[in-house]
C-alpha cells in the first residue's frame, strides 16, 4: 500500500535556503560576524537541558581560539544541593511528581555567580561566550543571544541513549523514565518560564536536534515563522514509538519504517512534546512546538481559551493501535480535584476513543459492571500485583464491542482500556502522563521490567457508579444531527457535558464552511484520501491533508473551508475538536 501520509510537514517562511545556516562552521561563522560588530563582545548561548553543550563549546572553541569561554555550570549550585531543593517536588514514585514552581534562579549559586561577573568585568578578551542552560543569567544584556533549542522528543531519545542528564545533577546512569519523570515535572517547567521571557529578544535560534548538522536563523526569521504558523493552518511533527501492545496499522497507513517490532503510540497534536518544522528553501528548522504557544498564545488559542489555560494547547490529538497487538493497560484518569491537590496540574485528562479503524474482535473496555464489589475488586487487583491470579478484568468491567468511526466518551474517573484489534484517535485534554494503571495483563515493557502500577491512585478516582446502563446512555455514540445540506451534513459526537472539549464530525462531498469562533480548532481526516483546506478570503494558501493526518487551524483564522480534493464518489469525514466556551 502506497502511503500519503506526511511525516514531515513544515510551514513554508522564506524561499532562501541561505537564510539557514547549516553545520557547525557556518553557524559559528554567522555569529561571529554579528559578534565582530562590537569592540567587545558577549555571547551568550542559552541551551535548553538535553543540548550537547560540549558540541557547542568545541565548535566555538574550534572557530575562535582566542576568545573566553564561560560555562553556565560553574554559577550553579552543587548537584547535592539540587537534589534538596528539588526533592519534595520530585518525591519518590517512579513516574509522578508535583509540577515545580521553582525559577532557573533557584539552581545559582549567588556567590558563584558574582565571582563571574566579576571575571567578566576583569577579562580582556575581544570575544566572550557563555554557554549552557542558564547561560542568560550571567549578564543582563549581552551583545548577542543566541538561543540553542531541541525538540522533547529529542530529548527522550538522548535519555533513553544515555547521553544527557538532567538540570544541574549528574544522573546520565538513571533509567530513561525517571530521566523522563524529572524533565516532564521539574526542568521542562524550569526551561520554559526563562525561554517566555528570551524568546521575544533572541537574536539567533539555533536548532539543535540534529548533532552533525545544527541550524541557525536570525531570531527575527524564527519570529516571523511562529507568526505565519499562528495565522495559518499547520501541522506539527508527529512521532511514533512502539509499546508492549502495539500494533501494524500505522506501519502501513503511516508509511513507517520496519525497523521496530510495533508501532503503539503516535503524537499528532501535542504541542508540549511535538515540534514545527520552519522552511526555507529546502532548508527545515525544527522547533518545539510549544514555542508557538508561548509567542502566540491569543492568536492560536482565541482569548477566551487563553484566558481560561494561559500558555497551554489544551487539546491532544493522538494514535493508540492495537491492530494486530494486545489490549491497552486497564486504567483510570484523576478527577480535576485530585490532580490538582495530588500533582499541581490545574485541569485533568478527560478523554475519548475514536475509532479510525477496527478488527473483526475489536473491542472497548469502558465502565463497571452493575453491582461491583469495590471491596472485592480491590483484592483482586492487589492479588493480581503481588504475583497472584490473574486480574478478571471482564467480571469487573464492561467489554463494549467496536466498529470503524464508534466513538467512546472517557470522562476522568471512568475506568477503561482500547482493546486489542483496534485503530484509536484519542481525543483528550493535555495532561497525558497521569495515566494510573490497574492492570497491565501480567506483560513486561519494551525493557523487560514490570511496567508501574498505580493502584493506590487508581482506587482514589474510580467512579463506582458509572456502570453498564450509565456507560451505554451517557458514553458510548453519543451522536447528533446538527446541520447540513445537499453535500455535507454536521454531526456532534461528544464530548461528555464533564469535559470541556466538544467534538463535531462532518460528513462531505462538497465544501464545509467551519468558522474557529475565536478559539483553535484541531481536525483529522477520518475518512477519505485528501482533502483541501483554504480560506474563503485568500488569508492563507490552499492547505492540503491526508487521510489520518491532524490539523489546527488557530483561532485567529475565522473562517476556513475543507473540500475533496478530487470529486468524491463516497463521503469524506473529518472531526473536528474544540474548548467548550459560554460564548
Same mark, same amino acid.
Given at each position: 500500500?502506497?502511503?500519503?501520509?506526511?511525516?514531515?510537514?513544515?510551514?513554508?517562511?522564506?524561499?532562501?535556503?541561505?537564510?539557514?545556516?547549516?553545520?557547525?562552521?557556518?553557524?559559528?561563522?554567522?555569529?561571529?560576524?554579528?559578534?565582530?560588530?562590537?569592540?567587545?563582545?558577549?555571547?551568550?548561548?542559552?541551551?535548553?537541558?538535553?543540548?550537547?553543550?560540549?558540541?557547542?563549546?568545541?565548535?566555538?572553541?574550534?572557530?575562535?581560539?582566542?576568545?573566553?569561554?564561560?560555562?553556565?555550570?560553574?554559577?550553579?549550585?552543587?548537584?547535592?544541593?539540587?537534589?534538596?531543593?528539588?526533592?519534595?517536588?520530585?518525591?519518590?514514585?517512579?513516574?509522578?511528581?508535583?509540577?515545580?514552581?521553582?525559577?532557573?534562579?533557584?539552581?545559582?549559586?549567588?556567590?558563584?555567580?558574582?565571582?563571574?561577573?566579576?571575571?567578566?568585568?576583569?577579562?580582556?578578551?575581544?570575544?566572550?561566550?557563555?554557554?549552557?542552560?542558564?547561560?542568560?543569567?550571567?549578564?543582563?544584556?549581552?551583545?548577542?543571544?543566541?538561543?540553542?533549542?531541541?525538540?522533547?522528543?529529542?530529548?527522550?531519545?538522548?535519555?533513553?541513549?544515555?547521553?544527557?542528564?538532567?538540570?544541574?545533577?549528574?544522573?546520565?546512569?538513571?533509567?530513561?523514565?525517571?530521566?523522563?519523570?524529572?524533565?516532564?515535572? =521539574?526542568?521542562?517547567? /524550569?526551561?520554559? &518560564?526563562?525561554?517566555?521571557?528570551?524568546?521575544? !529578544?533572541? @537574536? *539567533? $535560534?539555533?536548532?539543535?536536534?540534529?548533532?552533525?548538522?545544527?541550524?541557525?536563523?536570525?531570531?527575527?526569521?524564527?519570529?516571523?515563522?511562529?507568526?505565519?504558523?499562528?495565522?495559518?493552518?499547520?501541522?506539527?511533527?508527529?512521532?511514533?514509538?512502539?509499546?508492549?501492545?502495539?500494533?501494524?496499522?500505522?506501519?502501513?497507513?503511516?508509511?513507517?519504517?520496519?525497523?521496530?517490532?510495533?508501532?503503539?503510540?503516535?503524537?499528532?497534536?501535542?504541542?508540549?512534546?511535538?515540534?514545527?518544522?520552519?522552511?526555507?528553501?529546502?532548508?527545515?528548522?525544527?522547533?518545539?512546538?510549544?514555542?508557538?504557544?508561548?509567542?502566540?498564545?491569543?492568536?492560536? =488559542?482565541?482569548?477566551? /481559551?487563553?484566558? &481560561?489555560?494561559?500558555?497551554?494547547?489544551?487539546? !491532544?490529538? @493522538? *494514535? $493508540?493501535?492495537?491492530?494486530?497487538?494486545?489490549?491497552?493497560?486497564?486504567?483510570?484518569?484523576?478527577?480535576?480535584?485530585?490532580?490538582?491537590?495530588?500533582?499541581?496540574?490545574?485541569?485533568?485528562?478527560?478523554?475519548?476513543?475514536?475509532?479510525?479503524?477496527?478488527?473483526?474482535?475489536?473491542?472497548?473496555?469502558?465502565?463497571?459492571?452493575?453491582?461491583?464489589?469495590?471491596?472485592?475488586?480491590?483484592?483482586?487487583?492487589?492479588?493480581?500485583?503481588?504475583?497472584?491470579?490473574?486480574?478478571?478484568?471482564?467480571?469487573?468491567?464492561?467489554?463494549?464491542?467496536?466498529?470503524?468511526?464508534?466513538?467512546?466518551?472517557?470522562?476522568?474517573?471512568?475506568?477503561?482500556?482500547?482493546?486489542?484489534?483496534?485503530?484509536?484517535?484519542?481525543?483528550?485534554?493535555?495532561?497525558?502522563? *497521569?495515566?494510573?494503571?490497574?492492570?497491565?495483563?501480567?506483560?513486561?515493557?519494551?525493557?523487560?521490567?514490570?511496567r508501574p502500577i498505580h493502584l493506590k491512585h487508581g482506587i482514589r478516582n474510580i467512579q463506582w457508579d458509572r456502570t453498564t446502563e450509565w456507560v451505554k446512555d451517557e458514553l458510548i455514540n453519543q451522536f447528533e444531527p446538527l446541520s447540513g445540506q445537499a453535500g455535507w451534513r454536521e454531526e456532534r459526537t461528544?464530548?461528555?457535558?464533564?469535559?470541556?472539549?466538544?467534538?463535531?464530525?462532518?460528513?462531505?462531498?462538497?465544501?464545509?464552511?467551519?468558522?474557529?469562533?475565536?478559539?483553535?480548532?484541531?481536525?483529522?481526516?477520518?475518512?477519505?484520501?485528501?482533502?483541501?483546506?483554504?480560506?474563503?478570503?485568500?488569508?492563507?494558501?490552499?492547505?492540503?491533508?491526508?487521510?489520518?493526518?491532524?490539523?489546527?487551524?488557530?483561532?485567529?483564522?475565522?473562517?476556513?473551508?475543507?473540500?475533496?480534493?478530487?470529486?468524491?464518489?463516497?463521503?469524506?469525514?473529518?472531526?473536528?475538536?474544540?474548548?467548550?466556551?459560554?460564548?
Open positions: 500500500m502506497h502511503s500519503n501520509y506526511d511525516r514531515y510537514p513544515f510551514i513554508p517562511v522564506t524561499q532562501r535556503a541561505e537564510d539557514c545556516e547549516l553545520g557547525w562552521p557556518e553557524v559559528t561563522r554567522r555569529i561571529g560576524v554579528a559578534a565582530a560588530k562590537a569592540e567587545k563582545s558577549l555571547v551568550c548561548v542559552e541551551c535548553y537541558p538535553g543540548v550537547f553543550v560540549d558540541d557547542v563549546e568545541r565548535a566555538v572553541r574550534a572557530s575562535f581560539p582566542a576568545a573566553s569561554i564561560i560555562r553556565s555550570e560553574e554559577y550553579f549550585k552543587s548537584p547535592e544541593d539540587i537534589e534538596a531543593l528539588v526533592g519534595r517536588e520530585l518525591t519518590d514514585d517512579p513516574v509522578f511528581g508535583f509540577l515545580s514552581h521553582l525559577e532557573i534562579t533557584d539552581f545559582v549559586d549567588l556567590q558563584k555567580l558574582k565571582h563571574v561577573a566579576d571575571k567578566l568585568a576583569d577579562t580582556r578578551s575581544a570575544l566572550i561566550f557563555i554557554i549552557g542552560a542558564g547561560a542568560s543569567l550571567a549578564v543582563s544584556q549581552p551583545h548577542l543571544l543566541v538561543y540553542a533549542d531541541l525538540a522533547r522528543w529529542e530529548i527522550q531519545q538522548r535519555q533513553r541513549r544515555g547521553e544527557v542528564t538532567n538540570l544541574g545533577v549528574d544522573n546520565v546512569k538513571d533509567r530513561p523514565a525517571l530521566k523522563y519523570k524529572r524533565g516532564f515535572f =521539574l526542568d521542562w517547567r /524550569v526551561a520554559d &518560564r526563562l525561554k517566555k521571557t528570551l524568546l521575544p !529578544r533572541l @537574536d *539567533f $535560534l539555533l536548532d539543535t536536534n540534529d548533532r552533525s548538522k545544527p541550524r541557525l536563523i536570525s531570531g527575527e526569521l524564527f519570529r516571523k515563522g511562529l507568526r505565519i504558523a499562528s495565522q495559518r493552518p499547520f501541522r506539527v511533527v508527529p512521532f511514533f514509538d512502539p509499546g508492549p501492545w502495539g500494533g501494524q496499522w500505522m506501519r502501513e497507513v503511516c508509511g513507517l519504517p520496519d525497523d521496530a517490532p510495533n508501532y503503539a503510540w503516535c503524537f499528532d497534536c501535542v504541542p508540549e512534546e511535538n515540534s514545527l518544522l520552519l522552511g526555507f528553501g529546502d532548508c527545515r528548522i525544527e522547533v518545539p512546538a510549544i514555542d508557538l504557544v508561548f509567542a502566540h498564545p491569543r492568536e492560536l =488559542l482565541g482569548d477566551a /481559551v487563553h484566558a &481560561r489555560f494561559g500558555t497551554e494547547f489544551p487539546i !491532544r490529538f @493522538d *494514535f $493508540l493501535d492495537t491492530m494486530g497487538g494486545g489490549n491497552l493497560s486497564l486504567q483510570v484518569h484523576p478527577l480535576t480535584e485530585y490532580i490538582q491537590e495530588q500533582f499541581g496540574m490545574q485541569y485533568t485528562q478527560d478523554e475519548s476513543y475514536y475509532m479510525l479503524d477496527a478488527g473483526k474482535d475489536a473491542c472497548v473496555y469502558l465502565g463497571l459492571k452493575n453491582d461491583v464489589d469495590p471491596a472485592a475488586m480491590r483484592r483482586d487487583l492487589e492479588s493480581a500485583q503481588a504475583g497472584g491470579p490473574e486480574f478478571p478484568a471482564e467480571k469487573y468491567v464492561n467489554r463494549w464491542p467496536a466498529q470503524k468511526h464508534d466513538h467512546f466518551l472517557i470522562p476522568a474517573g471512568t475506568i477503561h482500556c482500547s482493546g486489542s484489534e483496534s485503530m484509536v484517535l484519542e481525543i483528550s485534554a493535555t495532561p497525558y502522563i *497521569f495515566t494510573f494503571k490497574l492492570w497491565d495483563w501480567g506483560r513486561l515493557g519494551l525493557d523487560a521490567r514490570p461528544g464530548l461528555h457535558c464533564r469535559e470541556f472539549i466538544e467534538t463535531r464530525r462532518h460528513w462531505f462531498t462538497e465544501a464545509v464552511r467551519h468558522d474557529t469562533r475565536g478559539g483553535v480548532n484541531v481536525l483529522n481526516l477520518v475518512e477519505g484520501e485528501a482533502a483541501v483546506v483554504e480560506s474563503p478570503h485568500g488569508a492563507f494558501e490552499p492547505f492540503t491533508v491526508h487521510y489520518a493526518e491532524t490539523f489546527i487551524v488557530p483561532a485567529s483564522v475565522g473562517e476556513y473551508v475543507v473540500w475533496p480534493i478530487s470529486p468524491a464518489t463516497k463521503p469524506l469525514a473529518t472531526l473536528k475538536a474544540f474548548v467548550r466556551t459560554n460564548a
